[in-house]
T-cell receptor, first 112, second 117 residues
Framework: SQQGEEDPQALSIQEGENATMNCSYK?????LQWYRQNSGRGLVHLIL?????REKHSGRLRVTLDTSKKSSSLLITASRAADTASYFC????????????FGQGTILTVHP | GAGVSQSPSNKVTEKGKDVELRCDPI?????LYWYRQSLGQGLEFLIY????????KSGLPSDRFSAERTGGSVSTLTIQRTQQEDSAVYLC???????????????FGEGSWLTVV
């Protein structure tokens, strides 16, 4: 079963608005990563947040992590049409430290 | 190379044929991963290599799927007797050491789109 689950499944906004995507996970983790995917091809790493961090920023991205609720959020501020993509959270998978387990993703559409 | 390279980019094959998908990871990356993504779905983990060994192959869906890695570099994913449900994008990724709890970033290739007709 998936470790991370994003919501909403799809989000449609206008340029300039903020976009918030949420991720929930089941087991204890020591880090959580967010990735972006354009057009169903390769994923690109956006940001990593460790379990001892509550919030992290990178440019227009803001990620929060609440380990007590086993949830994370990704906020994209002042969105642009170029932000249109699918966004995935990823967590260490099960008992193996070697892999990441990805959620189903949120499809973000930013209208010009 | 500069990034993770996968070939072929697209492959159409007849049901029952065998296919081989190749992945060339970033130079120096000891960890290599194969994921599968069906249309509109999330990523499904298939197998993880550390060097030439595969400590986690729990995601391979059946014994028709196999993967190997030689010289700690190039990996080949082989699907025997392909079925229509094997149609998907097969994504390869690599990282400097394992990711997971270590938190190393993984870098993805552009994928191989497999269509079984």
């Amino acid at each position: 079963s998936q470790q991370g689950e994003e919501d909403p499944q799809a989000l449609s906004i206008q340029e300039g608005e903020n976009a918030t995507m949420n991720c929930s996970y089941k087991t204890s983790i020591n880090n959580l990563q967010w990735y972006r995917q354009n057009s169903g091809r390769g994923l690109v790493h956006l940001i990593l947040i460790r379990s001892n961090e509550r919030e992290k920023h990178s440019g227009r991205l803001r990620v929060t992590l609440d380990t007590s609720k086993k949830s994370s959020s990704l906020l994209i501020t002042a969105s642009r049409a170029a932000d249109t993509a699918s966004y995935f959270c990823a967590t260490p998978g099960g008992t193996s430290y070697g892999k990441l387990t990805f959620g189903q993703g949120t499809i973000l559409t930013v209208h010009p | 190379g500069a990034g993770v390279s996968q070939s072929p980019s697209n492959k159409v094959t007849e049901k029952g044929k065998d296919v081989e998908l190749r992945c060339d990871p970033i130079s120096g990356h000891t960890a290599l991963y194969w994921y599968r993504q069906s249309l509109g779905q999330g990523l499904e983990f298939l197998i993880y290599f550390q060097g030439n060994s595969a400590p986690d192959k729990s995601g391979l869906p059946s014994d028709r799927f196999s993967a190997e890695r030689t010289g700690g570099s190039v990996s080949t994913l082989t699907i025997q007797r392909t079925q229509q449900e094997d149609s998907a994008v097969y994504l390869c990724a690599s990282s400097l050491g394992g990711t997971g709890y270590s938190g190393n970033t993984i870098y993805f290739g552009e994928g191989s789109w497999l269509t079984v007709v």
